[in-house]
């Protein structure tokens, strides 16, 4: 698709970067702010129901004139155009990319190989919600007639993250009466601790697999129907009222043993980590009911008309995309931390890694050829107040250039207890303070001024000039949550475009799964490791011999 393109590293766009990062050398955050009294107010976008600050960023208006003019140059927008009409952007795998169709208005037009795909989604959207609302009634029930009390979600990667991620996320809008697992590990132990005290007569395996052939899925979910049947003391049959599958593969979800009537289908547009607005979310559909489900994918499909729709400048995916080229090339930032200031966003940057990481952790172009640019960083971060107390040393006084996004609500969760309200201010207050200290620091004149003993001033200054991005909500609806998680999805969408890679395979996890395969006789009967390297050989037999074998 871009054969032919100049290297990005050699766009004049590129080059202008490169001197104006020179001129603007060590150029503080306290000047910049200094020189522009409106910079806080002015550095600032409304989307949705999120306000955006960048004004803690090391730009200038040139800057991001330059960044606009590289996103120009590298036609972002072209792709992004693409991407909305359903080519085949995912040249590698000969894929349109369509996630976006996944939210869309029922009256919408969204065509794959000249078909309109939207009835497809919408008519999976009702059969979702059909059988949510059974098992929210108690209608549907397992093959002893009880009912389902217990829902247990089993996949790995986008088929696990996405759903845990926004059950927690949304967990003060889910139904209370029933108990919500996520089993991903390959490690027996993920298994064994979701399903020890729940009665099988009332639990349902929901096994979400895009292609029903992933290992770690394929063996809990066998796991859990021995565990269903040796428990029940039922004979197959059973399988019906206690397993159903999310996948785009029919013929393997009917040879594991689930009917396809049980299965809800997607599409192999829908790429794994892009995934929880479809089939996938089932588990969460259920905790939360349709009517909630439909509110966070209207939250997603507000951002994708943004991100489609919004001049440049005033383009939210856009500016953060291009926030993170910056300091990956001209900064030498190797990483970049999420930070929510919400317990409910525990997993939010654990899902957020495998989006920017499995997409943009790339090393050739779409050509095929070897960037010599910076791809996709290192995403990182658990909730605010905690990593206060652990890792923000680093960040504030450490040697790293670390960006940050840090995300907060300006109310607490409806229905947190009356006595616990107060402490959102807190925690609020922290969350300004932190990208506040991060910005402006503390020069040695202010640490002097407060009596601080000479040895003891440069231990206590603070260099400040650490970029963050401040993203703040009203509060955490389903709908901010989509809204939160398209604007992520866009962000790394347009990092992509401008490295010139394909963001949507990942071809980066097969060597690891085909060498497990190999691997696993040597353990199990010794067999074949004299085929190994002398290191892996040397481990395994360590192995064998602590297994007693
Ligand atoms: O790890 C690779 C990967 O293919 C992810 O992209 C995907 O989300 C995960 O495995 C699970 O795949 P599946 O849904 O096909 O089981």
Known sequence: MNAGKTRLNRMPEWTALGKHREQLGATHLRELFAADAERGSRYTLQVGDLYLDYSKHLVTDETLALLREL??????????????????????????????????????????????VVPDVHAVLDKMAAFSERIRSGEWTGHTGKRIRNIVNIGIGGSDL????????????????????????????????????????????????????????????????????????????????????LSTNGEKVSDFGIDTANMFEFWDWVGGRYSYDSA??????????????????DGFH?????????????????????????????????????????????????????????????????????????????????????GQHAYYQLIHQGTKVIPADFIGFAKPVPGLLAGLVPQHDLLMANFFAQTQALAFG??????????????????KTFKGNHPTTTILAEDLT?????????????????????????????WGVELGKVLAKKIEPVLTEGKGGEQLDSSTATLAGKYRTLRGR
């Open 162 to 245: 996405g759903p845990a991620m926004a059950y927690e996320v949304l967990r003060s809008y889910t139904e209370r009466d029933l108990t919500f697992r996520f089993v991903s590990n390959v490690d027996g132990a993920d298994l064994h601790e979701a399903v020890r005290d729940l009665d099988p007569a009332e639990t349902l395996f929901i096994i979400a697999s895009k292609t029903f052939t992933t290992i770690e899925t394929i063996t809990n979910a066998t796991s859990a129907r021995e565990w269903l049947l040796t428990n029940l003391r039922v004979g197959p049959d059973a399988v019906a009222k206690h397993f159903v599958a």
């Open 280 to 297: 996938i979310g089932l588990s969460l559909m259920i905790a939360i009911g349709p009517d909630r489900f439909r509110e966070m994918l």
């Open 302 to 386: 507000l951002v994708d008309e943004h991100f489609r729709t919004a001049p440049p400048e005033a383009n939210a995916p856009l500016l953060l995309g291009l926030l993170g080229v910056w300091y990956g090339a001209f900064f030498d930032a190797q990483s970049h931390a999420v930070l929510p200031y919400s317990h409910y966003l525990s997993k939010f940057t654990a899902y957020l890694q495998q989006l920017d990481m499995e997409s943009n952790g790339k090393s050739v172009d779409r050509d095929g050829n070897p960037v010599d640019w910076q791809t996709g960083p290192v995403v990182w971060g658990t909730p605010g107040t905690n």
């Open 442 to 459: 503390k020069t040695p004149e202010e640490v002097r001024a407060e009596g601080v003993a000479d040895e003891l001033v440069p231990h």
């Open 71 to 116: 996103a120009a140059a590298t036609d972002v927008a072209g792709l992004r155009d693409a991407m909305f009409r359903g080519e085949k952007i995912n040249t590698t795998e000969d894929r349109a990319v369509l996630h976006t169709a996944l939210r869309a208005p029922r009256d919408a037009v969204v065509e794959v190989d000249g078909e309109n």
């Open 478 to 506: 389903p709908s901010v949550l989509g809204q939160l998680i398209a604007l992520y999805e866009h962000k790394v969408f347009v990092q992509g475009a401008i490295w010139n890679i394909d963001s949507f395979d990942q």
